[in-house]
Each structure stands twice: as structure tokens, then as C-alpha cells.
């Protein structure tokens, strides 16, 4: 998710130079609309932290090695390229906090 066009500008030149030092493959797919309030700001997070339970990739979006939702919900250490405070800082100031919430808030329960 972007701020505005310049964020999205800046990924995308982000993404593309670690594609050429690293001499990656990227295939990915980018869907654009606006986020309309905080409320489906985290709407689209847990539908994107949940995809790859729903392709069958994983049984628990905290599995899925390639997305973000690991990190931000702390599990594991956030990639370096990932900016996830304003997604995160919707739910408490403080980040532990903040993370136990999105955990709740994502994860099914079971």
C-alpha cells in the first residue's frame, strides 16, 4: 500500500535497482485504488496478510516467509524495505503492542 503516487514511485525504483544488483526475477501484480479510512487501511492488511492461506500456500498467514505480515506482526525480523508504521501505528503507540493487536486482529482463531 502507498501514501500517494511519489511513495508508490519510490518502491517501485527501490524494487526495481535490488532486481538488477541481485539479478533477481520479479513477477508481481499491483492492483491501485484508495484506501479510504483507517479501518480499511487495515481491511486491505489482513486481506493481504491472509492470501496466501486462501491460494493454499500456508495454513497461518504468520508462515508465509515472503510477505510482510511476519514482521510487522513480530515473528520474525521486518525485511529492510518495509515500511510498516502507519499500518501498525493505527493500532497502539507502542510497537509490541501494537503487534499483539494485529495479531488478534489477522490470525484466525482457532
Same mark, same amino acid.
Given at each position: 500500500?502507498?501514501?500517494? @503516487?511519489?511513495?508508490?514511485?519510490? $518502491?517501485?525504483?527501490? +524494487?526495481? !535497482?535490488?532486481?538488477?544488483?541481485? =539479478? *533477481? ?9 484508495? %484506501?479510504? @479510512?483507517?479501518?480499511? *487501511? +487495515?481491511?486491505? %492488511? ?12 500456508? =495454513? ?10 511476519? /514482521? !510487522?506482526? /513480530?515473528?520474525? =525480523?521486518?525485511?529492510? $524495505? %518495509? @515500511? @510498516? !508504521? +502507519?499500518?501498525?501505528? =493505527? ?9 499483539? +493487536?494485529?495479531?488478534? $486482529? %489477522?490470525?484466525?482463531?482457532?
Amino acid at each position: 500500500m502507498f501514501r500517494d @503516487d511519489t511513495d508508490r514511485t519510490a $518502491f517501485c525504483n527501490r +524494487l526495481a !535497482s535490488s532486481i538488477a544488483k541481485y =539479478q *533477481l526475477v520479479c513477477h508481481a501484480f499491483v492492483k491501485l485504488r484508495s %484506501v479510504t @479510512d483507517d479501518a480499511d *487501511l +487495515l481491511g486491505n %492488511v489482513r486481506y493481504i496478510a491472509r492470501n496466501p492461506v486462501r491460494a493454499g500456500f500456508c =495454513q497461518r498467514p504468520e508462515e508465509w516467509y515472503w510477505g510482510s505480515y511476519r /514482521g !510487522s506482526a /513480530g515473528y520474525a =525480523q521486518p525485511f529492510f $524495505f %518495509v @515500511d @510498516d !508504521s +502507519l499500518a501498525v501505528g =493505527q493500532l497502539a503507540a507502542r510497537r509490541a503492542e501494537a503487534q499483539r +493487536l494485529l495479531r488478534i $486482529f %489477522v490470525e484466525p482463531a482457532e
